[in-house]
């Protein structure tokens, strides 16, 4: 079966809601670094939880990258879309 058509990416319910969550609770952790900056927090305070929100955002984009290689890039490649090659090592660029 072919998840990956159309710049789409089809997911079994329990990732996207595993995936979903992940991505909430760093909305929630941005939430409350905004706070923070409204109360006039401690500068290393606020730091400290930017690094947490940091860390959080790039486990999840390793994670998404990891399933895009395991299954759309994949596809593509064993149909022989060689433009899949160009778009991962764009993908590597931007982190």
């Not at 990416?9 to 706070?35: P, Y």
């Amino acid at each position: 079966m072919e998840n990956c058509r159309y710049k789409e990416t089809k997911r079994d319910t329990e990732t996207k809601k595993r995936l979903i969550s992940r991505a909430n609770r760093i909305s929630g952790q941005l939430s409350g670094i905004a706070k923070m900056l409204e109360e006039d927090r401690y500068c290393v305070d606020i730091l400290t939880q930017l690094s947490g929100a940091s860390a959080a955002l790039k486990s999840l984009a390793t994670e998404i990258f990891k399933e895009h290689l395991s299954s759309c890039a994949k596809e593509k490649l064993s149909r022989g879309d060689e433009d899949t090659i160009d778009e991962i090592a764009s993908i590597f660029k931007k982190f």
